[in-house]
C-alpha cells in the first residue's frame, strides 16, 4: 500500500528565516506528482507545490521549493523568508496510482510556528 | 463565486437527525471527492466521482450517501450519525482524476450530538 510520512509533528521558525519540513513516501510507480497543501487556522487546504516525478528539476513557486530525491523517496518543502502567514499545518500529499488515479493519500501533517 | 464552495460552514445534528452537506466547484473541473478530517488523524479519502459517475466508495459506513447530479455539484446525505463520526468534512475538485491536483473548499465543521 502507498504511504506518505511526515515525521516531523511540529516545527518552529522565526520570522524571515528558512524552513524544511520533511515528507517520505513509498511507491512502485513511476510517473506520478507530488503534492504540498498548506492548511491554515481558517481550515481552508490550499495547494503549495506540485512536483512531477519524471522532471528532474526541483518545482519552485516564490518563497516555496522543493527538494525532490526521487530514489530515496523523498519530498521536503523549503520556505524562505519565513512569514507570519506562513504559519499553517503543511500536508504532503501522493496520487496512489500515480497518474492514472485522483486518490490522494495525505501525510500526517507538520504544524508549522512562525515567531515574530 | 470562484473556486469550491461548500455550505453548511458549521452543522450541529442529533444522531437521529438527517442532513445534508453541499459542495460546489466553479473551476469546470469534471471530478469531485469527499474528505474526512478528524482530530489528530491524516485526512481519509471518502468517495470519488468522475463524470458524475462513483468511482470510490473507500469502505465508508452506509449511513452516508453521496449524490452527484452534475459535475458541478456534489452532495453527502447524512443520517443516523454516530458522534464519532464529528469531523470537518472537505470537498475537493479537480479537472480530471489523473493525477491532478485538488481544489479544496472551506469545509464543513459537524457537530453530531
Known amino acids: 500500500a502507498q504511504t506518505v510520512t511526515q515525521s516531523q509533528p511540529e516545527m518552529s521558525v522565526q520570522e524571515a528565516e528558512t524552513v524544511t519540513l520533511s515528507c517520505t513516501y513509498d511507491?512502485?510507480?513511476?510517473?506520478?506528482?507530488l503534492f504540498w497543501y498548506k492548511q491554515p487556522p481558517s481550515r481552508q487546504m490550499i495547494l503549495v507545490i506540485r512536483?512531477?516525478?519524471?522532471?528532474?528539476q526541483n518545482a519552485t513557486e516564490n518563497r516555496f521549493s522543493v527538494n525532490f530525491q526521487k530514489a530515496a523517496k523523498s519530498f521536503s518543502l523549503k520556505i524562505s523568508d519565513s512569514q507570519l502567514g506562513d504559519a499553517a499545518m503543511y500536508f504532503c500529499?501522493?496520487?496512489?496510482?500515480?497518474?492514472?488515479?485522483?486518490?490522494?493519500?495525505f501525510g500526517q501533517g507538520t504544524i508549522l510556528t512562525v515567531h515574530p | 463565486e470562484t473556486g469550491v464552495t461548500q455550505t453548511p460552514r458549521h452543522l450541529v445534528m442529533g444522531m437521529t437527525n438527517k442532513k445534508s452537506l453541499k459542495c460546489e466547484q466553479h473551476?469546470?473541473?469534471?471530478?469531485m471527492y469527499w474528505y474526512k478530517q478528524s482530530a489528530k488523524k491524516p485526512l481519509e479519502l471518502m468517495f470519488v466521482?468522475?463524470?458524475?459517475?462513483?468511482?470510490e466508495n473507500n469502505s465508508v459506513p452506509s449511513r452516508f450517501s453521496p449524490e452527484c447530479p452534475n459535475s458541478s455539484h456534489l452532495f453527502l446525505h447524512l443520517h443516523t450519525l454516530q458522534p464519532e463520526d464529528s469531523a470537518l468534512y472537505l470537498c475537493a475538485s479537480s479537472p480530471r482524476i489523473a493525477g491532478y491536483e485538488q481544489y479544496f473548499g472551506p469545509g464543513t465543521r459537524l457537530t453530531v450530538t
Open positions: 512536483q512531477e516525478a519524471y522532471k528532474q
Open positions: 500529499a501522493y496520487p496512489a496510482g500515480g497518474t492514472s488515479y485522483g486518490k490522494l493519500t
Open positions: 473551476l469546470g473541473h469534471n471530478a
Open positions: 511507491t512502485s510507480e513511476s510517473d506520478y506528482y
Open positions: 466521482y468522475n463524470f458524475k459517475e462513483q468511482t
